[in-house]
């Protein structure tokens, strides 16, 4: 029997689920925290033999050092940015995550963002709810006819480019990796990344952040897109440099963006706390500051991270965890990460 803690639950919409996890982990010894993992909590765990944690929790060295009986660390999301898995090993802790679970579910969000840009979604319903049901400012644009340049063709990417195409639009993309089947499949072509920026009126996001795609789209790059373009971003924040966003939205390369992850996502509730030295040290102040300027402007919309948040998506996150946990006391690690 291992000591399991579950960390976060009640924090993204799982609260009531803990006598499902019990159930389907009766050989366990199950625990709820219903904070994120931080140095403090961490102590919670001190006996634990595995920790399930989300995005909001940063696994580290010293964090790790905290609890020392543990083996298994179970990301129950699929990036992983938060766990420094170089750390993991040295302490002998596996780590693990949920490889799939939302490709339908941030594809859809994705199309969201993008027919609440095109159909102007947002400005309709605040005239509406203000008895105002007149139709100037509204008029927005077809999908249909319009060239989308996606950005990594994975799980999520493959799912956009079937959503796009059942709106009628032309679909082109980038991958490092290109996978000349799916293309054939889901109809769609290949091109090198400036040709997708000179095509594509819109861009959408969907690769994974790592040292060769930090920045993809940057203040050197920004201007190689078509004007007009509307930007979405579902993936990570750091993919695109925060200072070419205002670059384009200033020059009009970007007509609108809809994104649901910023470069550095260290929310801002008062001003009062950019003074704070904790703050100051954990968050790149020039950045979130541009961002803030992001927040204001009426054609861009974002949401707060929130693409993957959906019931059906929540439950695969959890019985995916739940088999990586019961797997690995079982002697067979599943999707370990690192
Ligand atoms: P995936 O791993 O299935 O697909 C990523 C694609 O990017 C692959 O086709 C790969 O070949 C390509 N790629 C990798 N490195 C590349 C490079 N250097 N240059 C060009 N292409 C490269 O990933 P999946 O599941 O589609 O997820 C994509 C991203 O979405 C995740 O990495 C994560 O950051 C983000 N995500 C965001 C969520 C949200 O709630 N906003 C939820 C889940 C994922």
Do not use: W
């Not at 709820?32 to 060295?61: C, G, M, P, R």
């Not at 020392?68 to 129950?76: C, W």
């Not at 300027?293 to 054609?299: D, F, G, I, K, R």
């Amino acid at each position: 029997m291992a000591a399991i803690t579950f960390f976060e639950l009640d924090q993204f919409g799982l609260g009531d689920k803990k006598d499902y996890i019990k159930e389907h982990l009766k050989k366990h010894n199950i625990t709820f925290v219903n904070e994120q993992l931080t140095e403090k909590t961490a102590l919670k765990a001190k006996d634990s033999d595995a920790i399930a944690f989300f995005i909001y929790s940063k696994v580290n060295d010293s964090l790790l050092s905290k609890m020392p009986k543990l083996k298994l660390a179970a990301t129950m999301s699929t990036g992983f940015d938060h766990v420094d898995t170089a750390a993991c090993k040295k302490k002998k802790v596996t780590a693990c995550n949920v490889p799939a679970y939302g490709e339908n579910t941030v594809a859809e969000h994705a199309i969201g963002l993008l027919l609440t840009i095109s159909r102007k979604i947002i400005p309709s319903v605040e005239q509406t709810r203000k008895g105002n049901f007149e139709l100037t400012g509204l008029r927005g644009f077809d999908l249909k006819g319009k060239t989308i340049g996606i950005l990594g063709t994975g799980r999520i990417g493959r799912h956009m480019a079937h959503y796009a195409q059942a709106f009628g639009m032309t679909v082109i993309a980038y991958d490092a990796f290109p996978n000349e089947a799916l293309a054939k499949e889901c109809k769609f072509s290949y091109v090198p990344l400036d040709e997708l920026f000179k095509q594509s009126d819109v861009i959408s996001v969907h690769l994974p952040e790592n040292k060769d795609t930090h920045h993809i789209i940057n203040t050197k790059n920004v201007r190689n897109i078509k004007k007009g373009c509307v930007l979405i971003n579902t993936a990570r924040g750091g993919l695109v440099e925060t200072e070419a966003l205002l670059v384009g939205l200033k020059e009009g390369i970007f007509s609108a963006l809809g994104l649901d992850v910023l470069e550095e996502e260290c929310a801002i509730k008062e001003e009062p706390q950019l003074l704070h030295e904790t703050f100051q040290k954990t968050c790149d102040l020039k950045t979130l500051l541009e961002e803030h300027m992001l927040l204001e402007m009426p054609n861009v919309y974002i949401t707060p991270h929130n693409a993957f948040n959906s019931t059906e998506a929540l439950m695969r996150i959890l019985d995916t965890t739940i088999d990586n946990l019961n797997s690995f006391f079982e002697g067979v690690p599943k999707n370990t990460i690192g």
